[in-house]
């Protein structure tokens, strides 16, 4: 539903082939209705890439799986192309959120990607822990290809931040100034101002702390968690804690984004601030560049893949508090780039402990930010190059 990052809309070796969405089958039962969308789906893809010109390489994205999984074998068996499946988690288990585990459709579609997983010429994955799963319950050997970020997301000047600001306050009122100073020429955000005289932009006296997570609105992300913990900051300004206000930016769509919305709007909090954008693909990175501290709520359903949003916020040089799940270590270094939660309560508490005394430059929100900065981590395009060509036979 979003509109491509323009690096990729300009590129003259990319082009995109939209399909058709299904809409409107609403007859029958609903395992009905699913098998006429994959078996439509199938013919879509099928025709698609029967359609463009002969293929070296198919790299699929899984999930989704079904039915692409199928089809784009299918594809490399006419145009005697080589198969490299990307797993970034299992659809199976994705399903089994909604359905639960012993759902005849999950049950299928778990011997779905196995079995056609098993026919893939190449094989990535996000982690080692998904890697040795891979291998020791389907026979898949695969290369661990780490997400990382692209070169567009870094910390954000003072000036673009600005900009940005001033931007999202003609629509959303957390980024608008708390009060305007009588006679004041400046142009003022919550968070920046610029001075009329000069032009020079600075952070406002007091301004709150900007707080960003990100979201698909799916299951597999409470963000209850999130609510609770900030009720509990609340109370802790309220008691007398010298903590900064806090404007809480939630972006993306998905299915629980409304009943979200509408537990927000029961929470009557005097200290903090919420917005949930949509924002264009060029905006985000902006908005994690400027950000002081990230929020990951995301608890894989498999177990075995890592937060893409996390791996972004990390390229901002943005310090992370994020949920515990068994190989997010492989990421998130507790104590070093960022904190690991279990619940609101340690949330909360680690909230508490980062924002005290905020802006301060001295306490561990700064040493992360720190560790990140120094730790100059591999970008996506480097990444790529290390670790896939040699995988294709290229030598450049």
Not at 8 to 21: D, M, N, Q
Not at 289 to 307: I, M, Q, T
Request: aromatic residues 10%; hydrophobic residues 40%; negative net charge.
């Amino acid at each position: 539903e979003s509109r491509p990052h323009r690096d990729v809309l300009r590129s003259a070796h990319i082009r995109l082939v939209p399909l058709a969405e299904l809409r409107g089958l609403r007859v029958g039962p609903k395992l009905f209705q699913y098998v006429i969308k994959v078996l439509v789906q199938s013919v879509q893809l099928l025709y698609t890439l029967l359609s463009i010109d002969q293929p070296s390489f198919i790299l699929l994205q899984n999930p989704p799986g079904l039915p692409s999984i199928a089809v784009a074998w299918v594809a490399g068996l006419f145009w005697r192309s080589k198969l490299i499946i990307d797993w970034h988690n299992y659809g199976y288990t994705i399903m089994s959120l909604t359905h639960g585990r012993n759902h005849p459709l999950v049950q299928i579609a778990k011997w779905y990607e196995k079995l056609f997983g098993c026919l893939s010429d190449y094989n990535l994955c996000v982690t080692d822990a998904m890697k040795e799963d891979l291998w020791v319950n389907c026979n898949i050997k695969a290369v661990t290809l780490y997400d990382k970020p692209a070169a567009y997301f870094k910390e954000t000047p003072l000036e673009l931040r600005h900009s940005l600001y001033m931007k999202l306050a003609q629509d959303y009122e957390p980024f608008r100034p708390r009060a305007e100073p009588v006679g004041s020429s400046a142009e003022r955000s919550a968070f920046t101002e610029r001075d009329g005289r000069d032009g020079r932009v600075v952070q406002t006296r007091g301004r709150p702390a900007l707080l960003i997570s990100s979201t698909s609105w799916t299951e597999d992300e409470d963000f209850s968690v999130l609510l609770k913990a900030l009720e509990d900051y609340e109370q802790f300004i309220d008691e007398g804690a010298k903590l900064p206000a806090l404007v809480c930016v939630i972006t993306g769509k998905g299915p629980l984004k409304d009943y979200y919305n509408g537990l927000i709007k029961k929470l009557h909090f005097r200290h903090i601030q919420f917005c949930t954008p949509w924002l264009e693909a060029e905006d985000y990175p902006l908005l994690l560049g400027s950000a002081d501290l990230g929020v990951c709520l995301h608890k894989s359903s498999s177990g075995l893949d890592l937060p893409m949003k996390v791996v972004d916020m990390f390229g901002c040089c943005l310090p992370v508090c994020a949920i515990y799940f068994e190989c997010l270590h492989e990421l998130v270094k507790h104590e070093e780039n960022g904190l690991i939660f279990r619940d609101s309560t340690e949330l909360a508490e680690q909230l508490k402990m980062l924002f005290l005394e905020f802006p301060t430059v001295e306490g561990k929100l700064h040493s992360f930010r720190q560790n990140l900065r120094a730790s100059k981590e591999l970008r996506w395009d480097e990444s790529w190059d290390q670790t896939v060509l040699p995988l294709l036979g290229h030598s450049e």
